[in-house]
């Protein structure tokens, strides 16, 4: 039997309920185009307000996320590998690795020992690192201060051995001191990459007594780029560039002077020496990334971009 429904157009229907089901059909779909429709809404919002890209290797991202890497590009940040400078941190060469001896030095540091007890670093600054700091830095991606945070974190953990039962669980707390920007480089960029990492970093150590210090060094005067210098000429540049705020709160203190990026160690020892000097009893030095000699002049301009102030 046929019948015209007004409306709806022509269905053709018997006793057997085909009717019934074409209209119960319709009316499904109906229901269904306002989900469809919101999340079509959401899909598009989600394409407007987050990168569709990594912003390290340009893969599609298919998962929200405040920081837009990819899944593959954290994995791929690796920690330092090999025998390795039990003060600088530097890499040791083969020679130095098979010397036999029962300190892991290197030559620089056998010459001539910094103001700092040790410093560690998760990784190279030659991989995926140098563009994760950088997104932090100058496209000025906060979230990425979190990942960063997990890495220096680490890269504290690696001096555990080398820290005293006192440092680690008694007496005075370790001050955690960022290095700073001047304040005019403070106000252009907005914020203190080093101090973000720091914070960050504090979620995820344990066992040590630290407490985050980021107004007792300040740096006075704005330095030269470290670009292209001597070692020498750095030394000179940074000279008198930083200053303690509180030295009554140093000391009898241990200090873990914190950065993004050790390229030749100037401005962590320029700080170890200014901190000591005004009563810390020890300086330790973390970084999230530093350079390998090898690859310091190749790290210095990558782009156009200069590494960071660390120097």
């Given at each position: 039997?046929?019948?015209?429904?007004?409306g709806r157009g022509r269905?053709?229907?018997?006793?057997?309920?085909?009717?019934?089901?074409?209209?119960?059909?319709?009316?499904?779909?109906?229901?269904?185009?306002?989900?469809?429709?919101?999340?079509?809404?959401?899909?598009?919002?989600?394409?407007?307000?987050?990168?569709?890209?990594?912003?390290?290797?340009?893969?599609?991202?298919?998962?929200?996320?405040?920081?837009?890497?990819?899944?593959?590009?954290?994995?791929?940040?690796?920690?330092?590998?090999?025998?390795?400078?039990?003060?600088?941190?530097e890499r040791l060469s083969?020679?130095?690795?098979?010397?036999?001896?029962?300190?892991?030095?290197?030559?620089?540091?056998?010459?001539?020992?910094?103001?700092?007890?040790?410093?560690?670093?998760?990784?190279?600054?030659?991989?995926?690192?140098?563009?994760?700091?950088?997104?932090?830095?100058?496209?000025?991606?906060?979230?990425?201060?979190?990942?960063?945070?997990?890495?220096?974190?680490?890269?504290?953990?690696?001096?555990?051995?080398?820290?005293?039962?006192?440092?680690?669980?008694?007496?005075?707390?370790?001050?955690?001191?960022?290095?700073?920007?001047?304040?005019?480089?403070?106000?252009?960029?907005?914020?203190?990459?080093?101090?973000?990492?720091?914070?960050?970093?504090?979620?995820?150590?344990?066992?040590?007594?630290?407490?985050?210090?980021?107004?007792?060094?300040?740096?006075?005067?704005?330095?030269?780029?470290?670009?292209?210098?001597?070692?020498?000429?750095?030394?000179?540049?940074?000279?008198?560039?930083?200053?303690?705020?509180?030295?009554?709160?140093?000391?009898?203190?241990?200090?873990?002077?914190?950065?993004d990026v050790f390229t030749?160690?100037?401005?962590?020892?320029?700080?170890?020496?200014?901190?000591?000097?005004?009563?810390?009893?020890?300086?330790?030095?973390?970084?999230?990334?530093?350079?390998?000699?090898?690859?310091?002049?190749?790290?210095?301009?990558?782009?156009?971009?200069?590494?960071?102030?660390?120097?």
């Open positions: 039997m046929r019948g015209d429904v007004p269905f053709v229907f018997s006793s057997t309920g085909d009717l019934t089901r074409a209209v119960a059909t319709e009316s499904a779909a109906r229901e269904r185009l306002p989900a469809s429709w919101l999340r079509g809404i959401a899909e598009s919002l989600f394409a407007t307000i987050f990168p569709s890209e990594c912003r390290l290797c340009n893969a599609f991202l298919t998962n929200i996320s405040r920081l837009p890497v990819c899944d593959e590009c954290i994995s791929a940040l690796k920690p330092l590998e090999g025998k390795l400078c039990d003060i600088c941190g083969h020679a130095q690795s098979m010397s036999g001896s029962d300190e892991d030095i290197c030559a620089m540091c056998r010459n001539e020992a910094p103001p700092y007890v040790a410093a560690s670093a998760y990784g190279s600054y030659d991989t995926q690192l140098r563009d994760l700091i950088h997104l932090l830095k100058y496209d000025k991606v906060l979230p990425a201060a979190a990942v960063l945070g997990e890495k220096l974190a680490q890269a504290i953990k690696r001096m555990q051995d080398q820290m005293t039962e006192q440092t680690l669980f008694e007496g005075p707390p370790l001050l955690l001191v960022p290095v700073p920007l001047h304040s005019s480089k403070s106000r252009e960029r907005g914020f203190n990459q080093a101090e973000l990492i720091a914070r960050a970093a504090l979620k995820h150590a344990v066992g040590q007594r630290l407490e985050l210090s980021t107004h007792l060094l300040r740096r006075r005067r704005v330095t030269e780029s470290q670009i292209g210098l001597t070692q020498n000429q750095r030394k000179q540049n940074l000279r008198g560039a930083f200053a303690v705020t509180e030295p009554d709160k140093l000391q009898g203190c241990e200090v873990l002077l914190v950065d030749t160690g100037t401005t962590a020892s320029e700080c170890a020496r200014v901190l000591r000097r005004a009563g810390a009893t020890k300086v330790w030095v973390a970084t999230v990334a530093r350079t390998l000699k090898k690859s310091v002049q190749t790290a210095e301009l990558v782009q156009g971009v200069p590494v960071a102030m660390t120097g």
